[in-house]
């Protein structure tokens, strides 16, 4: 069993889960084209699976203005692009005990990274994917953390509550719309990348070796995408969700149905 995608866009693809993903997709048969920062990772992708495999993109997702010209740029090169996987992210130590040391330059750059690019980049590529007569697909990678903070990480923690709670609204719109558009959201735990190094998170110490080994993560998260689950926490993330995500989203679903009925008198 495959997927049911030809052409895979995988926006944080120079490093890590993002990286292994790509590989992954690779090896069974889905073009990818890889979007970073780092172009010699980039092209160090391209060489090890061929032109006809893979292909990539340099991005800075910090930089909002250049997104829809990224994004029209992706599209006009590959037309038959059906699935946008984003996967890019940061996450820093921030103490507000210390409310001195902290900058107010590095919690905003989290935030773009973890949740202001994502929307832009949904808003780019979703009138694309949504014109297609087949289903397509826009995932993302949130996090464990965005069901349960950690203390350490109260801004990355928010950020990714933030992007839980819009993929939720999302995927709850197109539903109503009909959209062929499909909407998964992957929750990882800790995953050993350099997301943990000390030159991302200075206040660790063998952060590279936190957390589950990152093929292990590749490998589950693309059975079970494959197997066609739209939320696939794994590891740490899966009894969080199991102990009270189900029971979250049934209030989800509810509240939103009754308010669905309060607003019919008050939408224009």
């Not at 073009?31 to 800075?60: C, M, P, Q, S, Y």
């Not at 202001?116 to 289903?135: C, E, G, M, R």
Request: glycine letters at 6%; a negative charge.
């Amino acid at each position: 069993m495959s997927l049911p995608y030809q052409k895979v866009l995988l926006v944080g693809a120079t490093s890590g889960i993002g990286a292994a993903l790509a590989d992954k997709l690779v090896e069974n048969g889905t073009f990818v084209i890889a979007a970073g920062r780092r172009k010699e990772n980039l092209d160090k992708f391209v060489a090890k699976h061929g032109a006809t495999k893979a292909a990539a993109t340099e991005v800075d997702i910090l930089k909002l203005e250049s997104i829809p010209e990224f994004a029209a740029s992706i599209i006009n090169e590959h037309p038959d692009l059906d699935c946008v996987f984003l996967n890019a992210g940061v996450q820093r130590g921030i103490d507000f005990t210390k409310p001195e040391n902290i900058s107010l330059d590095t919690v905003y750059d989290e935030l773009l990274a973890n949740y202001l690019s994502h929307v832009h980049l949904t808003k780019a590529f979703l009138p694309h994917l949504s014109k297609q007569d087949k289903q397509t697909s826009l995932l993302y990678t949130t996090s464990q953390l965005g069901l349960i903070p950690m203390k350490r990480c109260p801004n990355y923690s928010g950020s990714k509550a933030a992007m839980h709670g819009f993929i939720l609204a999302l995927r709850s719109q197109l539903k109503d719309a009909s959209s062929k558009v499909k909407i998964v959201e992957v929750y990882p735990p800790a995953v050993q990348t350099e997301l943990h190094d000390a030159k991302n998170q200075p206040d660790l110490k063998n952060g590279h070796a936190i957390g589950m080994p990152v093929d292990e993560f590749a490998n589950e998260v693309y059975q079970r995408w494959v197997n066609g689950e739209d939320q696939i926490p794994v590891g740490t993330a899966k009894p969080m969700f199991d102990a009270f995500e189900n029971k979250r989203q049934d209030y989800y679903e509810s509240f939103n149905d009754e308010m669905d009925k309060v607003l019919i008198d008050f939408t224009v």
